[in-house]
C-alpha cells in the first residue's frame, strides 16, 4: 500500500499521529531534506505512540542544515 504524505507546509504533529497510526505505519525513514526538523523534533514523542522515525538527533541536523554552523 502506497501512503501519500500531505505537503511540508501542511505537517502537524497531531495531524501526522492520528494519520500513521490510521494506516498502520509503524516506521517512518524521512529522506526530504525540508521534512528533517520536523521529524527529528517530534521523534521521541512519535516513539511513545509505538512509531519509530529513523533520523538523527534534532541538533544535528540543525546545525547541518545551517552551512554557517555547518
Known sequence: KIYLMPDIEK???RE??????KNNIKIVIPTNGQELLFWSKYKDKFSK??????????QSIKICTDKYEF
Open 49 to 58: 505512540n509505538n512509531i519509530n522515525i529513523i533520523i538523527s538527533p534534532y
Open 16 to 21: 501526522m499521529l492520528k494519520s500513521l497510526k
Open 11 to 13: 505537517y502537524n504533529y
